[in-house]
T-cell receptor, first 113, second 112 residues
């Protein structure tokens, strides 16, 4: 049983396309996150949701839109993909927003060509 | 700007030796966490130390926190080849959002 699962694991797509990455957690956690890891391994937070409510929305282009249908799912939709969007995207969850440890998914490697 | 900076960026040691990684940060924190990332995988939570704690142990891991110097260190004792990975510190900066800010990581290679 994977605690935080992301699909797809790899995604290769052309510039201008629209794509989605799905994330599900079976830990019963209330809070979920999306992080972007660049080629230098730098991790930057993009969004967080707590029980379906948007909590954090960093300075991310509005081509990126998160959606949380329920507290176990947080999907990421990206419109009009650009070369600079190529990165590894990680979903994570935590039990609450009080600063506990995260459980990460295994990542989605997005390559825009 | 980044919150955490890690030192060294890369570390190569022999199996059995100890590995020490350092992390410095800029703003006040609620807690500091260390994560491990194996190549091509997600991050795994190792240990959390709260701002009012100075030292914490977990198996072969020892973490210290000096809030006056805004720094932390992770010591891995008796390293093994399986410890080869990237190690990240992450600072919890808000008690009501759960936001973590990650450092750039230290890449550790343990040679058998």
């Amino acid at each position: 049983d994977t605690a935080v699962s992301q699909t797809p694991k790899y995604l290769v797509t052309q510039m201008g396309n629209d794509k989605s990455i799905k994330c599900e957690q079976n830990l019963g956690h209330d809070t979920m996150y999306w992080y972007k890891q660049d080629s230098k391994k730098f991790l930057k937070i993009m969004f967080s949701y707590n029980n379906k409510e948007l909590i954090i929305n960093e300075t991310v282009p509005n081509r990126f839109s998160p959606k949380s249908p329920d507290k176990a799912h947080l999907n990421l939709h990206i419109n009009s993909l650009e070369l600079g969007d190529s990165a590894v995207y990680f979903c994570a969850s935590s039990q609450a927003m009080n600063g506990g440890g995260y459980t990460f998914g295994s990542g989605t490697r997005l390559t825009v060509v | 700007s980044q919150q955490g900076e890690e030192d060294p960026q890369a570390l190569s040691i022999q199996e059995g030796e100890n590995a020490t990684m350092n992390c410095s940060y800029k703003t006040s924190i609620n807690n500091l966490q260390w994560y491990r990332q194996n190549s091509g995988r997600g991050l795994v939570h190792l240990i959390l130390i709260r701002s009012n704690e100075r030292e914490k142990h977990s198996g072969r891991l020892r973490v210290t926190l000096d809030t006056s110097k805004k720094s932390s260190s992770l010591l891995i004792t008796a390293s093994r080849a399986a410890d080869t990975a990237s190690y990240f510190c992450a600072t919890g900066v808000s008690s009501n959002t759960g936001k973590l800010i990650f450092g750039q990581g230290t890449t550790l290679q343990v040679k058998p």
